[in-house]
């Protein structure tokens, strides 16, 4: 049975008085939910106050990025073990931000992936395409590329901990979204290659996000359809009451 999950990308937003005051209200807000998994990735400096603030409550806490060494003169990175000490138990990797302007690749992606595996923390390894690939018919040869690369060399049980998310750039901050058929035909398509990648059983479990534009208006019918198992929310995460509405989602 597959998971469902809501993570919530801060990006580059909120100070530490506005976290403090996010977490005070929305620990409240879903102090109940047992039935799917709630991740905040807040900024870096934001981590330790949030898993304290959160502490007991079903929220978990995770990096927006991580560098794929332990440690060493690498300045502005940060490393899996650093985010472990921290208490942060999940991270995002390959967020289309970082692929726009600071030159992501799929390689770099696998990398960053098997640096989260090894310090223990859950990859949320983000895809998508363009507007320019998706109106020149690439979509999918896009995110066969980006899945096969970015997620070449995974095995065994570490299969299992991974997620991913759909993530089409054009529908980023730009007020589009993909209607819930389009996401529901990209999603499919990537538990094709999963299964094609790790076998039936494995592409049944690993939770395939959608995270392009998700709010609380369309939220419901986005859940609704078959392959999508939960969203990678960004400015509406940013609000403890527009958060909630999406994590209590009705399908």
Not at 91 to 100: N, W
């Amino acid at each position: 049975m597959r998971r469902n999950v809501i993570a919530g990308n801060w990006k580059m937003y909120k100070s530490k008085e506005e976290a403090k005051t996010f977490a005070i209200e929305f620990r409240d807000l879903v102090s109940d939910i047992k039935d799917r998994e709630i991740i905040i990735c807040p900024p870096f400096m934001h981590i330790s106050l949030l898993v304290e603030a959160f502490a007991g409550s079903p929220v978990k806490i995770g990096g927006q990025n991580l560098f794929w060494e332990d440690e060493g003169a690498y300045t502005a990175e940060i490393s899996g073990p650093m985010l472990k000490s921290f208490g942060a138990s999940v991270v995002i990797i390959g967020h289309s931000e970082r692929r726009q302007y600071f030159h992501e690749t799929d390689e770099t992606v696998n990398k960053r992936l098997f640096a989260a595996i090894k310090s223990g923390l859950m990859p949320i390894v983000c895809i998508g395409e363009t507007l320019k690939e998706r109106n020149s018919g690439s979509t999918f040869n896009v995110i066969d590329t980006q899945v096969k690369s970015g997620l070449k060399g995974l095995a065994g049980g570490d299969v299992f901990r991974l997620v991913v998310a759909y993530e089409p750039v054009w529908a980023i901050g730009t007020g589009k979204t993909a209607t819930p058929e389009m996401a529901q035909e990209v999603h499919s398509y990537i538990r094709s290659i999963l299964s094609d990648m790790f076998g039936g059983q494995a592409s049944g479990i690993i939770p395939v996000l959608y995270g392009g534009s998700v709010k609380p208006d369309n939220i419901d019918v986005l859940m609704a359809q078959k392959d999508i198992d939960g969203a990678l929310v960004g400015g509406a995460s940013l609000k403890a009451d527009s958060f909630e509405r999406i994590v209590k989602y009705r399908s």
